[in-house]
């Protein structure tokens, strides 16, 4: 009996389906990354902003699967109020996944519809980082999901 070689097509088609079925476990194998938020809030509206997030935003994104490490807020150089958080994920596409989800949930849509309506504009600009840890980065100390 012969043996015939592969066909390339086939042998790539085989070589994808493998990546694709190790890229979750390669993935959970490199550990969580964090996403760092920086929004520019104004003085305003800055109570409001706070309730929000709090009453509202926090409890919407655990619900998509959101994990807050921890919540600040700052100035900027010109006195400008930045409300900072950094989120925690298992890797960058289930981020990804997540914030679509939670930016498209209907009760999130109609709380930022109505507060815009009663306090106005609550947000100016936007950072995000993604942050991917290092190979030397003390990754023991955080949560896995």
């Given amino acids: 009996m ?22 979750p476990l390669l993935a959970r194998e490199a550990g969580p990354i964090h996403q760092l938020r920086v929004y520019e809030i104004f003085d305003g509206t800055r109570q409001a902003f706070h309730d929000r997030f ?11 699967g959101f994990h807050i490490v921890s919540i600040w807020e700052s100035r900027a150089e010109d006195g400008t109020p930045r409300f900072v958080y950094l989120l925690q994920w298992p890797d960058e596409a289930t981020m990804r996944t997540r914030w679509a989800a939670f930016m498209a949930d209907e ?17 100016g600009g936007i950072e995000e980082h ?16």
């Avoid at 109609?110 to 306090?119: P, V």
């Fill in 54 to 64: 709090r009453d509202h935003a926090a409890r919407i994104m655990a619900r998509h």
């Fill in 2 to 23: 012969s043996h015939r070689p592969l066909p390339r097509r086939l042998l790539a088609a085989c070589l994808l389906l493998l990546l694709l079925h190790a890229a």
């Fill in 107 to 123: 009760e999130w849509s109609r709380i930022k519809r109505e507060t815009g309506r009663e306090h106005g504009r609550f947000v």
């Fill in 130 to 145: 993604v942050l991917l840890p290092t190979d030397y980065s003390p990754q023991a100390a955080f949560r896995r999901d």
